[in-house]
């Protein structure tokens, strides 16, 4: 069984609505997480860290449940350009990813 | 401040030919990744390189090898190309426990 875990998707969300989605993970002495974003055959880019306390930026709001052993990644108001693969990593280990589709 | 970066950008080999692909962290940055993400699929971890030393490998056969050199830039070997080899091949690098840091990938292509 993989370590971080992600549902593949494709979460196909209309422009302004809100998509929210989780990594699981298995490993309890995970430290740091970190959500990426992927676009099509390019390579993936920072989006944020994930604390405990959770954290926002702008329109993204990404939390981490230590009890439940997850994490999440809420997009408000979504943009075409919010389209893409979103990557969880912990522990060593990226998750295979969310797509994430946004529809005029 | 200079980004991590790759090269080549394209590579193409036939068969039973063997790679060699180039990375150069940011500065300041220890720990070099390695990861094969073959067309539709997702990151496979391939290598970790920390200070030198092998810290950790991917389910991948022996013929993918690498080394990080004193000034922490690294080099991933393909020896025996198969098919199945052609990929997006990216690096990572990162300091300690941060986030790792993208170059844009070599792309290996398999004739």
């Known amino acids: 069984r993989k370590e971080v875990e992600q549902d593949p998707g494709p979460f196909n969300v209309p422009e302004g609505a809100t998509v929210a989605f989780n990594c699981t993970y298995s490993n309890s002495a995970s430290q740091s997480f970190f959500w990426y974003r992927q676009d099509c055959r390019k390579e993936p880019k920072l989006l944020m860290s994930v604390y405990s306390s959770g954290n926002e930026d702008g329109r993204f709001t990404a939390q981490l449940n230590r009890a439940s052993q997850y994490i999440s990644l809420l997009i408000r108001d979504s943009k075409l350009s919010d389209s893409a693969t979103y990557l969880c990593?912990?522990?060593?280990?990226f998750g295979a990813g969310t797509q994430v589709v946004v529809t005029p | 401040e200079a980004g991590v970066t790759q090269s080549p950008t394209h590579l193409i080999k036939t068969r039973g030919q063997q790679a060699t692909l180039r990375c150069s962290p940011i500065s300041g940055h220890t720990s070099v990744y390695w990861y094969q993400q073959a067309l539709g699929l997702g990151l496979q971890f391939l290598l970790w390189?920390?200070?030198?030393?092998?810290?950790n490998r991917g389910n991948f056969p022996p013929r993918f090898s690498g080394r990080q050199f004193p000034n922490y830039s690294s080099e991933l070997n393909v020896n025996a190309l198969e098919l199945e080899d052609s990929a997006l091949y990216l690096c990572a690098s990162s300091f300690f426990n941060q986030p790792q840091h993208f170059g844009d990938g070599t792309r290996l292509s398999i004739l």
């Open positions: 390189y920390d200070e030198g030393e092998e810290r």
């Open positions: 990593w912990g522990k060593l280990q």
